[in-house]
C-alpha cells in the first residue's frame, strides 16, 4: 500500500476531456518535460521531440486525445486556462506546418507521422500508461524521460515514488477506511471534518474554500453547458449528444439563459422519482457529452466518471434542499477522502482496473459524500461507499473506437443512480451489521484488477470494443 498523502485538489483537478489517464496525464507529463528542458538550459538546443507511446496509451490514444493532449503540452498551454474551442485548431496547424513552439517559445520542426510514434506492440513494466518523450539536441546529444500516466491525472516520472503533494504533519494521516473511522470514532468528527483538518496542513481554511468552491463553479457550469449543446460527439462514430434535448424535454420545450433560473424551473417542475431520475442522468450525459467533446471538467475521481460525482451531488443541490456553500464544501470534502482511499489500497486507473477503478470508484466516493450531507453517520458513510463499490466489481473497460463515448457517457448515468440508491440502503441500514467492510471491497476490488485480462483495461482489445461494428477514419 502506497503510503500517500492526498489532498482534494489532487483527486479533483479541472482539466480537459476526454480522459483523466489518457488526456490530462499526457499533457502533463508533456509540460513537465518542457519544463525540465528549460530548467536544465537545454530547450533553445533542442533541434527534434520525439514522443514514444506505449501500452494502453499507444492502442487508444487517439480515441482519448493522448496526442492532441502532447502537442498542446509541448506547446506551453496549460489544461486549466488553455480556450478549449481553440484546440482543434492548434493541433491542426501543428500538423499542417509541421513546427511546434516548445513551450511557446522555441520553434522547431515536428512531424506528426514520424515524430509521435504510437507502440502498439510494445508496453513498460510499471504501469500500461507509458510515454517517453526524446529531446535531440543541436550538439548531438540526446536527453530522454519516461512518464508514467496511472489515473486520476497523476503523473509518476520514471524512477520516482510518486508524484503528489508536498509531504505535510497532517493531523489525521488516513491509508484506509479503517484509519479514518478510528479518527472519526476518537474525535467526533465528521468524514468531511477530517478532511479539512488535513487540507490547513497545507493552506489556509479561506484558500481550501475558494479552491472547493471553484471546483464546484467548473463542475456546475460543465453541467449547464452540457445540457444546452446538442449536435453529434466528435471522433467519428456518430454518437448525437442527448442531455439538451432530454433537458429541453423535460422543461416542456422552455429554455432559460442563466443557471439560477434554470435551477428554479427544474425544482417547480417536482420531485417524482421518474422526474428525479430523468434529471439524474441528464446531469450525467451533460457532463461526459462536454467530456467526450474535449471540454473543461473536473476529474472526480478520472475524466471518464467525471459525471457521476457532479450527477449526485446536482441531485442533492436540486431536489434536497442542499444549496448552500457549507454543504458543496461538505461533499466535495467527503467525496475526495473516499477517492482517496481507494487510489491507496487499490487503483482509479482503468488501464490497471477497468472500469471498476473509474465508475466504481466514483460512485462509492458519490454514495459516500451524499450520505454524510443528508445526515448519516460515520459507519453509515463508510457503508454507502462500500454498497456502491461491491455492486461495480469486475466491471470492464471496453471503449468502442478508443473513444471515451461507448459505453462509457452512458455508465456514468448508471454509476449515478447506484450511488444514491446505495446511499439510501446505508442511511436505513445498521452498518453495526454489515458483513463487508469497505477495506474489505477496496482489496477485493484491486485482487479483481490483477486477476482481468488485459483486453478488457482499456486497450479496446476485447468486449464491446471488438463487438461492435464501426467504421472510424483514419487519423
Not at 173 to 202: D, F, Y
Request: aromatic share 8%; net charge negative; charged share 20%.
Amino acid at each position: 500500500m502506497n503510503k500517500e498523502q492526498i489532498s482534494i485538489f489532487d483527486i479533483f483537478k479541472i482539466g480537459v476531456g476526454p480522459s483523466s489517464s489518457h488526456t490530462l496525464g499526457p499533457w502533463r507529463a508533456a509540460q513537465k518535460f518542457i519544463q525540465k528542458l528549460d530548467g536544465e538550459g537545454l530547450l533553445a538546443s533542442t533541434e527534434r521531440i520525439k514522443i514514444l507511446l506505449y501500452g494502453s496509451l499507444a492502442k487508444t490514444g487517439r480515441g482519448h486525445g493522448t496526442d492532441i493532449a502532447i502537442l498542446l503540452g509541448l506547446s506551453g498551454d496549460d489544461p486549466v486556462t488553455c480556450d478549449v474551442s481553440l484546440i482543434q485548431i492548434k493541433v491542426n496547424t501543428i500538423k499542417e506546418r509541421e513546427v511546434i513552439a516548445l513551450g511557446g517559445t522555441h520553434s522547431i520542426e515536428f512531424n506528426y507521422i514520424d515524430d509521435l510514434l504510437f507502440l502498439f506492440n510494445e508496453s513498460l513494466p510499471y504501469h500500461p500508461n507509458a510515454v517517453t518523450f526524446q529531446a535531440l539536441l543541436n550538439d548531438g546529444r540526446a536527453r530522454s524521460e519516461t512518464y508514467y500516466s496511472i489515473g486520476g491525472g497523476f503523473v509518476v516520472q520514471e524512477e520516482e515514488e510518486r508524484d503528489g503533494s508536498k509531504e505535510v504533519d497532517l493531523p489525521f494521516p488516513v491509508q484506509n477506511a479503517k484509519e479514518l473511522l478510528v479518527w472519526c470514532m476518537r474525535t467526533g468528527l465528521k468524514v468531511s471534518e477530517i478532511v479539512m483538518e488535513n487540507e490547513h496542513a497545507w493552506r489556509s481554511e479561506e484558500e481550501t474554500d475558494k479552491g472547493v468552491l471553484n471546483l464546484y463553479y467548473t463542475i456546475r457550469d460543465c453541467i449547464y453547458r452540457g445540457c444546452h449543446t446538442g449536435g453529434v460527439l466528435p471522433g467519428g462514430l456518430n454518437v448525437e449528444r442527448r442531455a439538451a434535448k432530454l433537458n429541453k424535454k423535460l422543461l416542456n420545450g422552455r429554455t432559460y439563459s442563466d443557471y439560477n433560473s434554470w435551477m428554479e424551473a427544474i425544482r417547480a417542475g417536482g420531485a417524482s422519482f421518474q422526474y428525479t431520475l430523468d434529471w439524474v442522468s441528464c446531469f450525467a450525459l451533460a457532463v461526459n457529452e462536454e467530456n467526450a467533446s474535449f471540454g473543461r471538467v473536473v476529474t472526480a475521481p478520472t475524466n471518464g466518471a467525471a459525471g457521476v460525482i457532479p450527477a449526485v451531488m446536482q441531485y442533492y443541490l436540486t431536489f434536497c434542499d442542499g444549496y448552500r456553500e457549507d454543504k458543496i464544501l461538505q461533499f466535495i470534502a467527503t467525496a475526495s477522502e473516499i477517492g482517496s482511499i481507494f487510489k491507496k489500497g487499490s487503483t482509479i486507473s482503468a488501464a490497471m482496473g477497468g472500469c471498476q477503478a473509474e465508475i466504481g470508484v466514483s460512485s462509492a466516493m458519490a454514495a459516500a459524500a451524499l450520505t454524510e450531507c443528508l445526515g448519516g453517520s460515520q459507519r453509515q458513510v463508510l457503508m454507502a461507499a462500500e454498497i456502491a463499490m461491491e455492486h461495480h466489481l469486475g466491471l470492464t473497460c471496453d471503449p468502442i473506437g478508443g473513444l471515451v463515448q461507448v459505453p462509457c457517457i452512458e455508465r456514468n448515468t448508471m454509476g449515478a443512480i447506484k450511488a444514491i440508491t446505495a446511499s439510501q440502503l446505508a442511511l436505513q441500514s445498521n452498518p453495526d451489521k454489515a458483513k463487508v467492510s469497505l477495506d474489505a471491497v477496496v482489496h477485493t476490488m484491486w485482487e479483481t484488477a490483477l486477476d482481468m485480462n488485459a483486453k478488457y483495461k482499456e486497450t479496446s482489445d476485447g468486449g464491446l470494443a471488438t463487438n461492435i461494428p464501426l467504421s472510424l477514419p483514419e487519423c
